[in-house]
């Protein structure tokens, strides 16, 4: 029957996403099939949808429905559709026998899905592709490559579809309007049509470190058909058979062969194009060695394709991104690039168009003419990637326009996000936003750059299927909410609070900025104004943010507990982050307490050991992320909460220290040290870098490794600038280019103004070599002294500087600064710290950790100092510090 005979509510201009009242039960078909979206109740974030009433093939009903009214709960479709009309009637089926009207030509593994889904109900079901389809849906089905048509009424259910992937796109839509309860089946009565906004749309896997596993990037297939993506590129950087290395003119070792097979194989299953990309540049040469009148790497690029077409790879990609030298030269570039495209992809039918992923990738670094030879000699049928305005940026209308003007061709994006090769302490787990959603039709393809966590880039990722299918559809917040409770339907609650507070890069390189914890940043911003104010914090922010952190603390509890039997890869993947999350809202919350009320001398000393415990306990959890990441070269710690929380905490801490703490140490409280600390920071004149952040690792400072290649002009320098007092013992540079050495030295100063060459002991790419502390050079920088640019990479740029440096000086335990602190080594030895003279020795307060620290007595008695009350009947003659093979930290040690 026609879906106008029913008596339906149509809903117009929106469609409600979610409701915090659905319940888990609405959110599944079964317990292993978690794709759907909750029924949505009349209240919530909308979405606006166009609607479009079209004109319905009627089946001809031979089985028995029940129709019955929905309550007003909506079932949502992701990502959301171009027209959509749902009724607020269900069809109700039970068990039975399903009669089929399908085209033989439906794919096996489409076929097998839907049969999954609804067979053995008392259901109707045609399915039609191709003309068929046309003749049967002439006005409603697009003429657009994946469209499809869902019809749901009394009657039963229709598809109809151009292509094979629009049946496969049908059947996604329809997994997450049906449920199953019991011996019942349930849909609601639905007119969808819809088509897909960007022609090519999905990730590269073209980050930088250890690359995603064979199960990993078999799950994501699943996630990408089950969401609309149907492009993967595959490009890891470390990956040395893909390039970047010599190795790429080599076939795939057999094991990683099949490996391979098998990716395209289940790409294909999920309508896929599984792109596999090749990096020649960087090992490049412009060559004919034998003189046959090819360049012999055209050759070698062409003998790669065919082994992995030989593979079941359909789609390539040639690579040019972050190289230098003579890999660069844009008229050679195209010369290959025409070769592959007249020798190999035009002469195989069933390959899809080639990419190619320039080496001037964004405007920032575009120059000369570099773009315009590729636009006016490269084929048009070959795309180009671009990341946008910068490496990592928004992708806006006007930089599309701009692109494309210069390459003559509609730009397929490659969007640095939520890519955190750059930034490896972070976690992006926000709303993918800053896209325009004017750029329907400016562009050719749009593939997200994702996190080296393949689970966790699933948040990101189901926003980009959203934006990619549906531009003036697309909501980031709402489309943000609802795919993390389609991704994790049981821990959606915890999953949101961990994502909207650890969503930031924080400083980069790059300059490019997420938002983190906006919906209580304003809070924290007024108890810090608060405080500074009245020395108080009233009592509705106090109550917003201490609710907040229990509730943070609580939710990572729970995930920690569930997450190993509900996802056990993604908890592999966040286990230390979740666990900093968890001291995170514990140190919160301690913090708060010291800030809020008059507290007795114990209060005090639990309160500040609490948050110098969590502190630490944070530390610790950051060295066994970087120990879980070896043997990853690239490989680092962990840090949670870090743009608003975590500031917050140190912040309020460091403010309420001048008030609150020297009732324990008898004396102003000194200046907090990481104040001091943040003074290391990056040196350069090239504007675009001067966010780079500069990191303290015990003896070690250095600036993060900058991943892409960067240019200094004659005269250009970059350094490194440490805090007063702090002066370089060792220099050690690596910076991917043997000709550093000679076009550029290290210069060492003072005071930044008066500049010294030091001498350097140079090894191909790498410079290094002592430098007296006595000399008292807190600034050192390597400088382009030649007469051209001079391109390089940052992969090591470290300062060293004496353990003992401010931090770490036994002066810390009795300097009145309870942010300074000495830390006793793990050793079987015991350390001892004496009473002094003019001191009692009745009492003694420590603030830091103190487990496994014992009083001992001027009788040669001993106690342990957390168990026994103060003051003590007896005199105390020293504290005795045994640290057990684990080193202990000790920020204050106060005598009476």
């Not at 199960?215 to 993506?229: M, W």
């Not at 575009?366 to 990341?387: C, E, N, P, R, V």
């Not at 050079?777 to 740029?797: A, G, H, P, W």
Request: glycine residues 6%; negative net charge.
């Amino acid at each position: 029957m026609m879906l106008k005979q029913c008596s339906a509510l149509l809903i117009s201009l929106q469609l409600f996403l979610y409701s915090p009242t659905s319940t888990l039960a609405e959110q599944a078909v079964d317990k292993q099939d978690q794709s759907t979206i909750p029924e949505q109740s009349g209240s919530g974030a909308t979405s606006p949808v166009t609607i479009h009433a079209g004109m319905l093939l009627p089946l001809q009903n031979s089985t028995t429905v029940e129709v019955k009214r929905a309550n007003t709960i909506l079932r949502q479709v992701y990502p959301i559709p171009q027209q959509m009309i749902q009724s607020e009637e269900l069809i109700i089926s039970r068990k039975g026998e399903t009669n089929w009207h399908q085209s033989q030509q439906v794919a096996a593994s489409t076929k097998q899905q839907l049969k999954k889904l609804i067979d053995g109900y008392n259901l109707e079901i045609r399915i039609l592709l191709g003309e068929e389809a046309q003749e049967a849906y002439p006005k409603q089905l697009p003429k657009v490559p994946e469209s499809y048509v869902l019809h749901v009424s009394k009657a039963g259910i229709s598809i109809a579809a151009n292509d094979q992937t629009g049946i496969f796109y049908a059947v996604q839509s329809l997994r997450q309007l049906v449920r199953r309860q019991a011996e019942e089946l349930s849909l609601p009565i639905t007119d969808l049509t819809d088509w897909p906004d960007v022609p090519f749309r999905g990730t590269v896997e073209g980050f930088y470190g250890k690359p995603w596993s064979h199960a990993a990037r078999l799950a994501q297939l699943d996630f990408y058909g089950r969401n609309k993506l149907n492009t993967y590129i595959y490009g890891p950087k470390d990956d040395p058979y893909h390039g970047f290395s010599t190795q790429w003119r080599e076939p795939y070792p057999a094991q990683k062969a099949v490996q391979i097979s098998e990716l395209a194989e289940k790409a294909r299953q999920n309508q896929v194009n599984f792109v596999w990309a090749v990096h020649p540049g960087r090992d490049i040469h412009w060559t004919d060695n034998d003189h046959d009148g090819l360049i012999d790497d055209f050759v070698a690029c062409l003998h790669k394709f065919e082994l992995m077409y030989k593979l079941g790879i359909r789609s390539f990609a040639v690579f040019f991104d972050d190289i230098s030298g003579e890999g660069t030269d844009a008229n050679r570039q195209a010369e290959l690039m025409n070769y592959l495209n007249a020798n190999f992809v035009r002469k195989k039918p069933d390959v899809t168009p080639l990419i190619m992923c320039p080496t001037q990738y964004n405007r920032a670094w575009s120059s000369g003419d570099y773009l315009t030879i590729l636009g006016d000699k490269l084929d048009q049928d070959i795309a180009i990637m671009w990341t946008g305005n910068s490496v990592c940026a928004d992708i806006t209308r006007e930089g599309l326009d701009w692109i494309n003007r210069q390459i003559k061709r509609k730009a397929f994006i490659w969007w640095n996000w939520p890519v955190s090769d750059y930034v490896r302490t972070r976690l992006l787990l926000g709303p993918a936003y800053g896209l325009d959603v004017n750029n329907k039709g400016t562009l050719s393809g749009f593939v997200s750059n994702p996190m080296d966590k393949p689970e966790a880039s699933k948040i990101g990722l189901f926003g980009v299927a959203d934006y990619c299918w549906n531009m003036h559809g697309y909501k980031s917040q709402s489309s943000w909410e609802a795919g993390i409770r389609y991704l994790f339907p049981e821990l959606w609650s915890e999953m949101q609070l961990f994502a909207e507070h650890n969503s930031d890069q924080g400083p980069n390189s790059h300059g490019y900025r997420r938002e983190e914890s906006a919906r209580i940043q304003p809070y924290t911003q007024k108890a810090l104004a608060e405080w500074t104010s009245n020395q108080r914090i009233s009592g509705s922010v106090l109550d917003t943010l201490s609710n907040e952190f229990r509730t943070i603390a609580g939710a990572a509890e729970i995930l920690l507990t569930r997450l190993p039997e509900i996802n056990p890869a993604l908890h592999e993947e966040l286990e230390y982050w979740l666990a900093c999350f968890e001291s995170l809202g514990i140190a919160g919350e301690a913090a708060l307490q010291l800030g809020s009320a008059e507290l007795s001398e114990d209060q005090l000393f639990a309160l500040s050991n609490q948050v110098f415990a969590q502190f630490r306990n944070m530390e610790h959890y950051s060295f066994l992320q970087k120990q879980k990441g070896a043997p990853d070269r690239w490989a680092q710690g962990c840090v949670s909460g870090g743009t608003v929380l975590m500031p917050f905490i140190e912040q309020l801490f460091e403010q309420t220290a001048p008030v609150q703490l020297p009732r324990l140490t008898g004396q102003t409280a000194g200046l907090p040290q990481k104040a001091a600390e943040e003074s290391y920071r990056f040196l350069s004149s090239v504007k675009s870098l001067q966010s780079a952040p500069v990191i303290r690792e015990g003896k070690f400072v250095r600036i993060q490794p900058m991943l892409e290649v960067i240019k200094l002009a004659p005269g250009d320098y970059i350094g490194i600038v440490l805090p007063q007092g702090i002066y370089a013992n060792y220099i050690h540079l690596e910076l991917e280019n043997e000709q550093a050495c000679l076009l550029g030295e290290v210069q060492v100063s003072s005071n930044g103004t008066d500049w010294q060459k030091h001498e350097m002991q140079c090894e191909g790419s790498e410079l290094q070599n002592r430098i007296s502390v006595d000399e008292k050079r807190r600034y050192v920088r390597f400088q382009n002294k030649s007469d051209k640019t001079l391109e390089l990479k940052i992969n090591r740029f470290k300062v060293d500087i004496p353990e003992n440096s401010r931090i770490n000086s036994k002066q810390a335990l009795s300097d009145g600064d309870l942010f300074s602190y000495y830390e006793f080594s793990a050793s079987t030895t015991e350390y001892r710290m004496q009473c002094p003279d003019e001191k009692s020795g009745r009492q003694v307060r420590i603030v830091g950790e103190t487990s496994g620290i014992q009083l001992v007595f001027t009788d040669g008695a001993r106690a342990a100092y957390d168990e026994t009350p103060q003051p003590t009947s007896k005199n105390i003659r020293s504290i005795a510090v045994e640290t057990h093979n684990k080193p202990v930290r000790i920020h204050e040690i106060i005598w009476e």
